[in-house]
């Protein structure tokens, strides 16, 4: 017998919610706790009623789903999100799954796929489209390979230090961290500290 996966759906469109609830809800092994208009109050019924499947839209007002994605993993919340959205581009894909979404559906997935994925997703196997997969590997392929000091480095020009803070933080010289950052810009093919952080943010490298 399949066990019961408790869920909870995520969308700014009162529509598009409602009738996510009902199509779920109306899934054999499905019991939805509860709905949610934007990632921040997504945040707050996800350490109420503990899901173990999130339905996530990624663009909303306040808190979109990459946001909330990120701010679910950084409290070291596990609670499997499965992303479900019209947006198929490889960096919203991309951007979702290194926030730490599980899997990555679209919006125009019939009722019995988005139960089976549910389920799937529930039970650890994996839910992408074949888009993100494509995405995925391509942004393995191409993705800039930083030094575990240039990483360092970026981070906290990222959190707003001078060079001379982050040389001062790490214990290292300010020339040093210039040469660090002119590496860094080379690698992702900008001229500035701005367009770094930028670069470095949409391809999860900070």
Not at 15 to 30: C, F, K, N, Q
Not at 73 to 98: H, M, Q, S
Not at 118 to 143: I, N
């Amino acid at each position: 017998m399949t066990a019961t996966v408790r869920v909870l759906v995520v969308d700014d469109h009162p529509v598009v919610r409602d009738g996510l609830v009902a199509m779920l809800g109306a899934g054999p092994g499905i019991e939805v706790v509860g709905s949610a208009e934007d990632g921040q109050e997504a945040l707050a019924m996800i350490a109420e009623h503990a899901p173990e499947v999130v339905l996530m839209d990624l663009r909303m007002p306040r808190l979109g789903g990459v946001e909330a994605i990120r701010a679910l993993r950084g409290r070291g919340d596990r609670t499997r999100v499965l992303v479900l959205t019209t947006y198929d581009t490889d960096r919203e894909i991309v951007g979702a799954l290194d926030a730490g979404a599980d899997g990555y559906l679209l919006k125009d997935a019939r009722g019995p796929e988005l139960v089976r994925a549910v389920h799937d997703l529930a039970a650890g196997r994996p839910v992408l489209v074949p888009a993100a997969l494509a995405a995925l590997t391509g942004a393995r392929q191409s993705r800039p390979s930083l030094s575990a000091r240039e990483s360092e480095v970026l981070r906290l020009v990222a959190d707003g230090c001078t060079n001379r803070a982050v040389a001062t933080r790490l214990g290292i010289g300010e020339a040093t961290v210039k040469t660090h950052l002119v590496h860094v810009y080379e690698k992702l093919g900008v001229g500035d500290r701005a367009s770094a952080v930028r670069t470095a943010w949409e391809q999860g490298l900070v």
